[in-house]
């Protein structure tokens, strides 16, 4: 059984998670993984996959939910992403990947919608939006690994209950703070007098620097040298620490309209600057959030127009900041959780990277001073 920080003591700001600490806590939201793993003759190795997220049991396009996106920097891709902004509403999954597969997951998506659809009187395009971070140091990136079928795979095991985390589906060949990185997630639920909504992070962690590494903003990075641990970017000719991503996706069942949105995506940012992230410029960190809170919204069909008019609710904004601190922490909490989970990996043409086990990080948060609340 991995570990995760709440196992540990490790309490992560004010706020209380779900039931799973998990992005799934927010209900009707699910989570799948495929993995593209094998072993080549002449040391090649591909280490990557496919992770998605499904705002809503069904296709996305029958239930559409508003949503926003916040980029803090963009050396980074992602495909519909323009049309996401300019609408403010999600009608697809959302998938996450490696750098050189954005188009075939974006492929596989809308051929798998079109045969779900098939037969019916339907009208319309398809924009998935597909979310990417760098894994060619530990995956054999330009081997185009991963194929149509795992994108299909990943949406057919989406389930609801509490997500794998580490390396796992598009989270498997990545790196976080010079550590084994990949798929993290946490959850917060707000108290019943501010909504007793809740706000769910699954992230894909592929950036950061060793010795910038905060965990309940202790200085454990400080502790835990390259000395004791490797990192896996000492070998000479190889990218500088730091160099990857980070990609976020946030949701939450309070009923908020796309600008909302949009700001509380803004609100991943915080839960990384809070663990020693973010200040990288080969770091491409994007963020998207979804609130499934307004139910009933106009099917995405050119030949079903619906009503002139849709009612929708809204949280006041005076009452946004509970929904804003449950963001930064969920994101802050899913980055540590993404390190407790990845184990030790060797990749492509040798390169490895070691996970960040339990012993290492409360040992270096007792050397930072750190005491259990």
């Given at each position: ?40 003759a ?18 996305a ?9 916040h ?63 760098f894994d ?9 690994h ?49 909504g ?123 009452h ?20 407790l989970?990845?184990?030790?990996m ?16 409360l ?11």
């Amino acid at each position: 059984m991995q570990s995760r920080a709440r196992s540990l003591g490790i309490r992560i700001g004010q706020g209380e998670p779900g039931a799973l600490n998990a992005i799934t806590d927010v209900p009707g939201v699910r989570v799948g993984h495929a993995e593209a793993w094998a072993d080549f003759a002449d040391g090649r190795r591909a280490r990557t996959g496919v992770t998605v997220v499904e705002p809503r049991p069904g296709l996305a396009r029958h239930a559409p939910c508003f949503a926003g996106v916040h980029v803090l920097n963009g050396n980074g891709d992602a495909s519909g992403l323009e049309w996401l902004r300019e609408a403010g509403m999600l009608t697809t999954a959302i998938a996450l990947t490696n750098t050189h597969s954005v188009g075939v997951v974006r492929d596989a998506l809308i051929v798998g919608e079109r045969e779900a659809v098939a037969g019916e009187p339907q009208l319309y395009w398809t924009m998935p939006v597909v979310l990417e971070t760098f894994d060619g140091l530990l995956n054999d990136i330009n081997g185009f690994h991963v194929t149509a079928e795992h994108a299909r795979a990943a949406q057919r095991v989406a389930s609801g209950g509490l997500p794998a985390e580490g390396s796992v589906g598009g989270g498997s060949g990545m790196i976080c703070h010079e550590f084994k990185g990949g798929i993290g997630t946490a959850s917060r639920r707000l108290p019943a007098a501010a909504g007793g909504w809740t706000v769910g992070a699954l992230l894909q962690a592929n950036h950061g620097k060793r010795g910038s590494l905060l965990v309940e903003g202790y200085p454990v990075g400080r502790h835990l040298s390259c000395e004791r641990i490797p990192s896996p970017f000492e070998q000479r000719r190889l990218p500088q620490p730091g160099m990857g991503s980070i990609v976020v996706v946030l949701a939450t069942d309070a009923p908020l309209l796309p600008e909302q949105c949009r700001r509380l995506a803004q609100r991943a940012g915080i839960g990384i600057a809070r663990t020693g992230g973010g200040t990288e410029d080969s770091s491409g960190d994007i963020f998207v959030a979804f609130a499934t809170g307004n139910r009933d919204l106009p099917v995405s069909d050119y030949a079903d127009k619906g009503p002139l008019c849709s009612e929708v609710r809204m949280v006041n904004a005076d009452h946004l900041s509970p929904l804003f601190e449950a963001a930064a922490e969920a994101v802050e909490e899913a980055i540590v959780n993404a390190l407790l989970a990845a184990g030790d990996m060797r990749g492509n043409h040798g390169h490895a990277a070691h996970g960040l086990t339990s012993r290492q990080l409360l040992a270096a948060l007792d050397a930072s001073g750190w005491r259990p609340r």
